[in-house]
């Protein structure tokens, strides 16, 4: 009940008056057959007992207009419907959007069962509230005829709506029996369904097309692609037959009723107990009411699937934020002290194992600190709570000394500019990809040119056809959204860049934030050539004066000078201090550091070397 009212109240919001024409026109398209039907009758009656000529013309028109009402009433009924679903699936799909953009941390996108929910409730782009109005005013409709047709029913018998109300019982049940089982199976077949979209997709997309080759799995995906599919075809089939026997049936026991009234009526009208025109309102309101109950049937089933779509929007629009926001935030000053981890223990879920185990660390203002470990040590994590995407399990975060739970996670935000490990590649244009790390400078060709310039980008984006403004995707063509491009036919394709290249744009989208207090570079140059990594790195070397960064990568050479390194080993501080110190303590730094400089060094003999780097790696 409470989608319904949802839906209605969405409905209204999006436009008062398509609700109203599209509800006044499901009212005038329901009574339209039952007024065709009395028009009809009263017509033949005024023929078959010679009532006057001007009478029978009047009906006769009347019934013209009718007529013409029921050509003409389903067509615009169908447009006010479609408007008013686009209308209130525009509004939906923003309300679904702004909410999600709402979610304070990560934790909301990291948890299976939301995310299916969301994905439920993306995937019908907001179309389901729409379809659930309409599905609601085609019911009241068919609600409306049928009764209509009853009481019309009435008029020529007194007994017959009983006889037709009791026929379309087993027809109703059966039809809600139906509806129950088809509901039943879309939500036990959803999983396998998206296991076969999760295929068909993973087949067709340009990133994973290099690997299927490589390695030869295509057949293979197709086939389990084909099994999912032939699992939901196997289970729609065995409902289709069960659906054919019990229609049949009772179309039969509906097909008998209307065919035993009809001839209850010829043999009335042949004995004079009932006119001719209560033979052709008994004839239509038999299959008035069985249509209209059909109808009916199939508007509640049809409602009941949207509803409970419907249901995943409205849980996903009412969760609240993931992380708690402070009521009042503290305003967020830029950087004075620095910020400090004090004793930081996170996992990712209540019964996880822990991630960061009782961290304990600064960042001082000013300075680089170089974070070090092992895959998996946590250092992405670390991160991730730096930028506030989810919360200490316990301990506690301070931004100079304020906990960064009491501020204002967007004001935290502004202050920070970040090159993720998993950076983004966007299909917008090199422009965009760049402005996109300070919105108020997407506009400011200068500081654009100035951020790539630093990020080592400048060269290859003014070397592309539209330089700034080429498009870099594989998917979309240059211009197409743009008015009246959008089938991008006889454009110009986007381009696509090599992996180093997105990586300096994801930089420059950091540099352009340059003036930011903090400055996170999660293996900011892993994806670069020597030279690239080596202009980078000075240029860092150079912004980073002043400014506090956080840098981490596994090219120790790259971290190195950072003012402080900090070493992280199963989510604890290992080890902390500069490069010469760590290297005299010979622990974890100065091991990988070892490692990675034997690594560049000439070997003496290559055949031993490349032994002792196997050993090592298989720890002997
Ligand atoms: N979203 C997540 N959900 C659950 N566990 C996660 C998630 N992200 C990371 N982990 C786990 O947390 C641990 C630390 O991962 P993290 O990415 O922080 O390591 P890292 O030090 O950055 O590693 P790398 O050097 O490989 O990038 C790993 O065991 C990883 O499996």
Redesign the pocket.
């Known amino acids: 009940m409470r989608g319904i009212i949802e839906a209605l109240r969405l409905s209204r919001e999006a436009s008062r008056l398509y609700t109203a024409v599209f509800a006044a026109l499901t009212l005038l398209t329901a009574l339209v057959p039952v007024v065709t039907a009395w028009l009809t009758k009263l017509l033949l009656d005024a023929i078959t007992t010679g009532a006057d000529s001007g009478r029978a013309l009047r009906l006769g028109v009347a019934l013209a207009v009718a007529g013409l009402l029921t050509g003409l009433v389903p067509h615009v009924t169908r447009f006010a419907s479609a408007e008013n679903e686009r209308r209130i699936g525009l509004l939906a799909q923003e309300r679904l959007f702004t909410v999600a953009e709402r979610f304070v941390g990560m934790a909301r996108f ?1 948890d299976p069962v939301f995310l299916d929910r969301m994905r439920m409730a993306l995937q019908h782009g907001g179309a389901t509230p729409g379809v659930v109005v309409s599905g609601v005013l085609s019911v009241t409709g068919a609600v409306i005829t049928g009764l209509g047709f009853l009481g019309s029913l009435l008029v020529v018998s007194p007994w017959m709506p009983v006889l037709v109300l009791a026929s379309a019982v087993p027809v109703l049940s059966t039809e809600m029996w139906l509806a129950r089982r088809r509901a039943s199976l879309h939500w036990r077949l959803s999983p396998v369904e998206r296991r076969e979209m999760f295929y068909r997709n993973l087949l067709t997309d340009p990133q994973a097309a290099k690997e299927i080759r490589l390695f030869g799995v295509g057949a293979y995906l197709r086939g389990r692609m084909s099994a999912q599919r032939r699992r939901s075809d196997g289970e729609n089939r065995r409902m289709d037959l069960r659906q054919m026997r019990a229609q049949a049936l009772t179309g039969l026991l509906g097909a008998a009723v209307a065919g035993g009234a009809l001839v209850w009526a010829v043999l009335g009208a042949l004995a004079g107990r009932i006119t001719l025109g209560d033979v052709s309102l008994l004839v239509a309101a038999v299959a008035g009411v069985q249509a209209a109950g059909l109808a009916l049937v199939r508007g509640i089933a049809d409602s009941h699937r949207q509803l409970l779509l419907f249901g995943h929007y409205l849980q996903v629009t009412s969760a609240g934020s993931d992380l708690p926001v402070a009521a009042r935030p503290r305003p967020t000053a830029p950087l004075r002290r620095g910020i400090v981890f004090r004793d930081v223990w996170f996992r ?1 879920t209540p019964d ?1 194992p822990w ?1 960061l185990r009782g961290v304990d660390l600064t960042i001082p203002h000013g300075r680089t600190v170089g974070l070090i ?1 092992r ?7 670390l991160i991730k709570l730096l930028c506030r995407m989810y919360d200490p399990e316990r301990g506690a975060i301070l931004w100079d000394g304020t906990d960064l739970r009491d501020l204002d996670p967007a004001e935290l935000r502004a202050r920070i500019g970040a090159v993720f ?1 998993d950076y983004m590649e966007y299909d917008l244009t090199a422009a965009e990809n760049i402005g996109l790390g300070d919105l108020s400078r997407l506009r400011d060709p200068d500081r654009i040119t100035a951020a790539a310039r630093d990020a080592g980008a400048h060269g290859f984006v003014t070397a592309l056809p539209r330089s700034y403004d080429t498009l870099l995707s594989r998917i979309f063509f240059q211009g197409d959204e743009a008015e009246g491009a959008a089938d991008g036919t006889g454009e110009e394709a986007g381009v696509a860049l090599s992996g180093g290249q997105w990586q300096r744009l994801a930089l420059a989208r950091a540099h352009l934030r340059a003036e930011h207090d903090l400055m996170i570079l999660d293996e900011p140059s892993s994806g670069l050539d020597a030279e690239a990594e080596y202009r980078i790195h000075r240029t860092l070397r150079e912004r980073r004066a002043g400014r506090t960064n956080v840098l981490i990568s ?1 090219r120790l050479n790259t971290v190195r000078e950072a003012d402080v390194l900090i070493v ?1 080993e199963d989510g604890v501080v290992a080890e902390r201090g500069g490069h010469g110190e760590l290297m005299a303590l010979g622990g974890i730094y100065a091991d990988l550091f070892r490692m990675q400089a034997e690594g560049y060094a000439e070997p003496q003999d290559p055949a031993t070397d490349i032994l002792e780097l196997l050993r090592r790696k298989a720890g002997l």
């Open positions: 990291e990712y996880g991630v470990g895959n998996g040590a946590g250092k992405s994590t490990q596994h992280l």
